[in-house]
């Protein structure tokens, strides 16, 4: 299966670091538990007994969780850069009620409206 060549270019960039996370996560595990008595569990058939022996602890596997929650993260910031550009509805909102304004404002000076206009009353100041 091939990849946009953007996808393509994220995964050759975070593999080499996903790689060697998790292969310090591996010589973590192997380095703190005893080879040998994983081993003779396993021989015995007690997988339980070597899985406790391994002492896999979380904390082992964090600086590769980390690098695939990286992963995730910027091959979903490839997918979206790659959408089109959606416009601004706001601005077609504004655009729809500035021109309903247009059609409803009162029409100075035209001649042809229907409504008569009255001449400006003079106010005197007699008492």
Same mark, same amino acid.
């Given at each position: 299966?091939?990849?946009?060549?953007?996808?393509?270019?994220?995964?050759?960039?975070?593999?080499?670091? *996903?790689?060697?996370?998790?292969?310090?996560?591996?010589?973590?595990?192997?380095?703190?538990?005893?080879?040998?008595? +994983?081993?003779?569990?396993?021989?015995?058939?007690?997988?339980?007994?070597?899985?406790?022996?391994?002492?896999?602890?979380?904390?082992?596997? !964090?600086?590769?969780?980390?690098?695939?929650?990286?992963?995730?993260?910027?091959?979903?910031?490839?997918?979206?850069a790659a959408l089109p550009? +959606?416009?601004?509805?706001?601005?077609?909102? !504004?655009?729809?009620?500035?021109?309903?304004?247009?059609?409803?404002?009162?029409?100075?000076?035209?001649?042809?409206?229907?409504?008569?206009?009255?001449?400006?009353?003079? *106010?005197?100041?007699?008492?």
């Amino acid at each position: 299966m091939a990849f946009p060549t953007e996808f393509q270019a994220v995964l050759d960039k975070l593999e080499p670091e *996903v790689r060697q996370a998790f292969l310090d996560a591996l010589s973590k595990i192997t380095s703190s538990a005893q080879i040998n008595t +994983i081993i003779a569990h396993i021989e015995a058939g007690n997988v339980e007994a070597a899985i406790l022996a391994l002492k896999v602890d979380p904390t082992f596997f !964090q600086p590769l969780d980390r690098l695939l929650s990286e992963a995730f993260y910027q091959g979903g910031v490839t997918a979206l850069a790659a959408l089109p550009k +959606i416009p601004d509805p706001f601005r077609a909102v !504004q655009r729809f009620l500035a021109s309903m304004e247009d059609m409803t404002a009162p029409k100075h000076g035209d001649e042809s409206s229907s409504q008569p206009s009255s001449p400006a009353l003079k *106010v005197s100041s007699r008492e």
